[in-house]
Structure formats: structure tokens, C-alpha cells
């Protein structure tokens, strides 16, 4: 990997973003509802400030790796740019690199947002960015699987937004019954409730189910990566 | 002359599609190279053989002296493609910035402006791309294609879907170019343009190579070698040999006009690839 190219990669993903109302909308909707909960249950006490910062930051960390990422790809392969890029011989795993990135990025800078508006514990901050940034890690390849996927912008909508769904979804209904209970425990996003409660109530987070939401996390980084590079090296980025 | 590239039958299938079959290439330093063939005919297929965008089946390329994967090439080379993009919502000097950077352009600043004047663009440096004509863009996805100095350049299709005026200016940009030391690969379905341009010309059918030489050569070698005379009674065609002609013109007293039956280009294609569809 090239550090000149990446620098330049990611100030250019940096700017189209900012310049991209699609995505600022998107990376905007967790701040509005976490804002708007926030105002609509202000008189009904503590415990519904963790379920709005809990929900909002679920949200952030769904929505962009799976719905923003692959946006991200299919745009430039769209408009040509990707082939603009390629023939500069710019390479596959330093264009998606980048976006990735910037993806994080965002997760962080809008988790960040969110818990100050909810008005979580400062105390636990760095704690909660942390186990933000494992779950979205652990969304990334998913979505950077899907911008291989489509083609166009319209076709990694439809795409993403079931994978936004299924991702945002287990968690909030994990205490549903058994079997919602089983499957969210696999995913990312409920990954992060676990730890994030785990930190609250001053737990080891290297223990019991924090340690295992940990390790889910990780499976998912390390299989998305092996799955990712298999699908990579039989389907090329654009072609 | 010395070749800056130099391909050895060069195969290339897609499936049951036979690409390109057997093709030898060889580029000059300084000239421009036409490659011309009907739509299908694997124009694309080979340029993406040459710069290292596609393996190839069988067959060798080497590109000023080296492997065309290998990563010193593409400092030397600029591909203009059929699909090249631009960021849209950045300005003309951004999109020149960021390929600046990739590239590595020392003296940036004084480099981007002068390509963007030497395409006539400066003026328009800080207008975002979406706002631009066509022509304009194409003209920006040239200057892009030229920002690091390539001492070869591929062309696909640089003129396609342009009006008069805005393709002549990037013939004019080309040949400027050329004039300059550049060795260009052109591909073009235009063949005034290709006879206006090209020091040399291989035409492609169907993943062949039938027939490579300057312009003047081909038109020499499919020439119908008859003359049209044109007297107060008429036309009349009759062939070009010193003592028919001789005999014709004893014959003739009024005469208005000697016309050679020299092809185009044009009738040149059309007869190679007709000939071999047939
Ligand atoms: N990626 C691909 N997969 C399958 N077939 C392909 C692919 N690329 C090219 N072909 C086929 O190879 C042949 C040559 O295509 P190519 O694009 O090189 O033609 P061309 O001479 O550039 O045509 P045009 O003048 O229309 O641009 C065509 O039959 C095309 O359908
Ligand atoms: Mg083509």
C-alpha cells in the first residue's frame, strides 16, 4: 500500500462526502432521532436515556457500514470514477481501504455525537467509542461485499438495505423470545449493547458475555476479511 | 526507428469469444499509431493487453523495455478509456489535484496550470465539473490523461460522440502532443481521422490484424489503379496502364478532366472487413 495514494484517497472520500447529501442525510438521521427522543422522553427519567443512546448509536453503527459503504463504492463505479482510478493504477485494495476508513470514521465521529446528546456518562466514553468502532469493524466487509455487488447507486440501495435492517434489527428485539435471542447474539450491533452494558454497570469487559461479544466481533472481522478476499480475487472490483 | 512497444501473438478469449487471435504489434518511438476495426473487432481487448488491465492467454507484451504489470509503467504511460469518469461534484483544478497526487507530479501547482492551458481550461479551473460541456469534459479527461508527462499515451476512442469543432481540438491537442515527443496509440472509427493523424494504421477485424502501413500505402496497395476521363461525351473509366492510357487519350479531343480512382480510407476498411465477414 502506497501512503501517498491513501493520503489521497482519503481526503478525496473525505470531501465527496461532505459534498454527498445522500450520506449526509443518512449519517445525519441517528443524530436527529437521538436529539428527538431525547426531547420527546426528557421528563420520564434515567432509564430511558440509556435506551435512546442505545438505539441511536445501534443505529449509527448499522446504517453506515452496511448502507453507506457500499453507496460509497457503487458511486464511484457509476460514474467511471473507480475506472478513472484503476487506470492510474490505483489498486483494488487501496480504494476500499480508504472508504473503509472513512466509514469508521463517521461511526465515530456520530456515536461521539449521539452519546453527548443522550447525555451518557462521560466516564464511559472512550469505553463506548471502543466497543462502537469493534461492531462497525465488524460490519465493514459485509458492506464493502455488497459495493462489489452492485453495480450502481440504485442497485446498492436495494441491496444494503435489508443488510441495514438484519443488522439494526436482533439487538432491539433480542429480548423478544429464545430464538431472537440466539441470533442477535451473533451480530455485531448486539455485540456493542453487550459491552456497552457491561461497561456501565462496571463490569469486567474481558469476561462472561462481554468477552464472547468481543469475540464475535472479531470472528466477524476475520471471517468478513477471508470471506471479502475470496469474493475479491474470483470477482475483481470492476469488471 | 526503435519500438517503444512490442507484442508477440497476443490471444486474449472471453468465454467461446475469440477476442484476439494471434496478434504482433509493434509501436515506433514518436508516432501515431492507428488501430482501427469494426465494433467488436477487440480494439479495447488489446489496449487493456498492452497497459496491464487484462492478462492475456497466450502471447507477450513488452512496454518501453518492460512487463506492462509492472508498477515503474504506469508513470510512463497515459490510457485515456471510452469510460473514463471525473468527480463530478469537485472542481476541474480538484480532479486534476487528486491524479496530480497519485501520480506523484513534482511541481504540482505549475503543472496543473499548464495543462489545464494547454487544454483551455484554465479559466474554468474553478468550476465544478457537473456545470462543464461535453467537449470541456473530454478535454479535462485528456488533460488528466497527460498530467504526468507519459511518453506513451493510449487513446480509446478520445473523439467518440463529439461535436466537429471540440474533435478537432483534441486533434490538434494530439498532434501538438506528438510534435513533442509523445508516442500515441489511437483507436477511432473515424477515418479521416485516423488518415489525418496516424503515421501508421493496423486494421482489426474480428481479433485479426489484416493489414498495417501508413495511410498512403494502403490506399496505394487496395487501389483500383483506374483513372476516370471525363470528355465532352462523357465519363469513362479505364485502368491505369501507360499504354491503354496512351491509346485513350490519342482517341480522345475534347478532354475535360483526368480524375485518379485513388480509394479512402474509408473504402479500404469497408472492403477488408466486408471481405472477411463474407
Ligand atoms: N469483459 C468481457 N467479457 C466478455 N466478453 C468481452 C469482454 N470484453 C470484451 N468482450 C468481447 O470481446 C470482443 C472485443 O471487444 P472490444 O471491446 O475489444 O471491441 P472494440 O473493438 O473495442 O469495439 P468498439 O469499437 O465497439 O469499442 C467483443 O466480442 C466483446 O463482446
Ligand atoms: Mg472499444
Redesign the interface.
Known sequence: MNG??M??LL??DI??CL??KNILVSVLIPIFFCALYRYLFSGIGEGMQGFVLNISAIFAISIIPTSILPIMIAE?KE????????????RGHEFLTSKILVCLGMTAVVSTAVFFIAGGDGQDYFAYLAAAMVSAAGLCFLGAMAGLLSKDQASAGTISAPLTLLTMLPPLFSGFNDVFERISAVVPTTSFQTIYTAVQSGQNILSGNSLTAIIVCAVWIAGGAVLFDVFYRRKGIDC | MTNILKANQLTKTFGNVKALDHCDLEIRKGEIFGYLGPSGAGKTTTIKLLTGQLHSDAGEVTVLGKNPFSPEIRQQIGIMSDMSGLYEKMTVYENLDIFADIYGVKNKKKKIKETLEAVDLYDNRKKKVEKLSRGMKQRLVFARTILHNPRLLFLDEPTANLDPATADEIRELITKLNRNGTTVFLTTHNMEEADELCHRIALLNKGHIVECGSPEELKLKYSKKKVLITTGKGKKEISLDKNELIDELEKTEDLLMIHSEEPSLRDVFLSLTKEENA
Do not use: D, G, Q, W
Not at chain 1, 79 to 90: E, F, G, I, P, Q
Open positions: 501517498k495514494i493520503y489521497t481526503k478525496k470531501k465527496s459534498a454527498n464511484e460514474k467511471y470514477t473507480l475506472r478513472s482510478l484503476m487506470l492510474a493504477h490505483v
